[in-house]
Each structure stands twice: as C-alpha cells, then as structure tokens.
C-alpha cells in the first residue's frame, strides 16, 4: 500500500536509502522504503517484484552470489568435506544430507536435502538442536543427533565455531576475512540469554560480515569499472547478495559477462565465488 505513495513526482521512481553503519555485521540496510524485504518466495512478494519494471528498451539484471555465506564458512573452517563439495560444484545440500544420512547422493530425497540444508545455513546461525528441531518439525533429540552426524562429517566446521566462541570470549570481538572488527559487548553477560544471543551471533558475524565486505567490494570495482564503459547501464539496487542493474537490451551480454568476472574476484578463497544471473523486463522475471 505504501510503495506508490512513495514514487519521486520529478523521476517517477522509488528511492531507497542506504546505510552503511546501521546492522551489526557490516551489512548494508534499507529504509524509506525498505527495498531488502520484499519476499521472494512468497505470491505477494513475487506480485510487488513485478511492480519494478525497467525503462522500455532496457532490462533488469539481477547478479546474485550463490552459496556465499557457506563458501566463506569452507574457507574459514578448511573443512576438506565442504572445500571438495565446492570445488567440485555439486549440490552442497545434497552432499550434506548424503554424509549426514550415510547415503549416495543420487539417493537423496528432497525432503532429506531440506532437513540438510535446514543443518547447514543453521550452524551459519549458531542454531541449537532446540531451534532445529522447531524448524524441521522434529523432536529435539532427533535434530541434535543430525547436528552430531554433521560434525562428524565435516569435523573442523565444529572446531572453528568452538574457536570463534572462544576468541569472541577472550577479546570481545570477531573479524571478518578482511579484519573487519564485530564487537561483540554482551558475550560476558550474566544474563544467559543475552550470552547465548552474543554467542550466536559470534558464529554467524564472520560469514555474514565477510559477505557484507564482499558485496561492497564488487560494487566499487564495478562503478570504478563504470566510469570508464560506454555500456548504458546502473546499478540500482543492492538486496544483501544480490545486485540489481537497469541495462540498455543490447548490452544486457557484455554487461552479464563483467560483473559476473568482477563479482566472482571481489575475494579470492579457497573455494570459487559463483554468481548466477537472470534478466527479464521485471525484477521478479529477472530474478
């Protein structure tokens, strides 16, 4: 109800606002309106996505990192499981799910590859068995049972979240791939949920913080790059790791081809960043 209000009367457009400085794990964050929480899987959210529509004779590009956080979370970790599972671009999902249950991948069900990829983005977010187990519908023993098959599996994911707890005890803070510092003041609290609060969001703070650097990385090569390129294109839109660009249709391939080169060498790590991207005249179409 509120996006039409909010159209520019001299460009007849949405602008949203930026803040560098506002989330904790250096993400970027958008008010007035807050273009990053628009659902994308949900019919409403999808209907809204088309409402954003490109000049005639030019395309939305969306450019979206895949993976990223769990990517990151190999490289820190050094876990040789997820380092091979990437390099050798499988369904890290389902090599999860094929190690957790103790089956070959080409057995796995979609409903073993969701209680997978629950496991995986969970321990990004320093889950519980408790927090698991609500997510997946499952009894809590059950989750914690999966959780300890996962750390069998992949063993130094277990030791570098132990050690990213303990060095947030030590110090007070994480950093980033960059050496970026997330401070981190009530990991000593004596309120235990406040700790544990402080806990989860030293495991998560590295793999969201490092991403949140990432992105802002490519996004200055990619203006730097700008300044200089006779394609007719902008970069409109940034929702957390994806990035949203307004094309001229004739150059929707040379652009595809540069941003996807800068995008995937904003970081070198261990294992390759892959960028995905899909164009269409909306951004729902396009993403």
Do not use: C
């Not at 979370?73 to 050798?88: N, Q, V, Y």
């Not at 979240?161 to 970026?180: D, H, I, M, W």
């Not at 949203?244 to 904003?266: G, H, I, P």
């Amino acid at each position: 109800d509120s996006l039409p209000l909010q159209v520019n009367p001299t460009t007849g457009r949405i602008h949203t606002s930026y803040h560098q400085a506002v989330t904790a794990t250096g993400r970027l964050s958008s008010t007035d309106p807050n273009l990053q929480n628009i659902p994308v899987r949900t019919e409403i959210g999808r209907k809204i996505r088309q409402a954003f529509i490109a000049t005639p004779g030019y395309k939305i590009l969306s450019a979206d990192y895949s993976q990223i956080e769990l990517r990151i979370m190999a490289h820190l970790s050094e876990d040789p499981g997820l380092l091979m599972a990437f390099a050798k671009a499988v369904d890290i999902h389902k090599v999860t799910a094929a190690e957790v249950f103790n089956i070959d991948v080409a057995e796995v069900s979609e409903e073993q590859r969701r209680r997978a990829k629950a496991i995986n983005f969970g321990l990004l977010y320093g889950m519980s068995a408790f927090g698991l187990a609500k997510q997946l519908g499952i009894e809590t023993k059950d989750a914690e049972r999966y959780i300890q098959l996962y750390f069998a599996k992949f063993p130094r994911v277990r030791s570098f979240l132990q050690q990213t707890k303990e060095f947030a005890n030590n110090y007070g803070y994480v950093e980033t791939l960059f050496g970026r510092r997330l401070y981190l003041p009530e990991i000593k609290a004596k309120n235990m949920l406040q700790r544990k609060a402080a806990e989860r969001a030293a495991i998560n703070a590295p793999m969201q913080g490092g991403q949140a650097d990432i992105i802002k990385k490519a996004m200055i090569d990619i203006a730097n790059w700008h300044k200089n390129s006779e394609l007719d294109f902008n970069m409109i839109m940034q929702v957390h790791d994806e990035l949203v660009f307004e094309v001229y249709a004739k150059d929707v391939a040379a652009l595809t081809a540069q941003v996807v080169n800068l995008m995937s060498n904003a970081a070198k790590l261990q294992v390759d960043l892959v960028v995905s991207v899909g164009v269409g005249d909306n951004w729902d179409t396009a993403h």
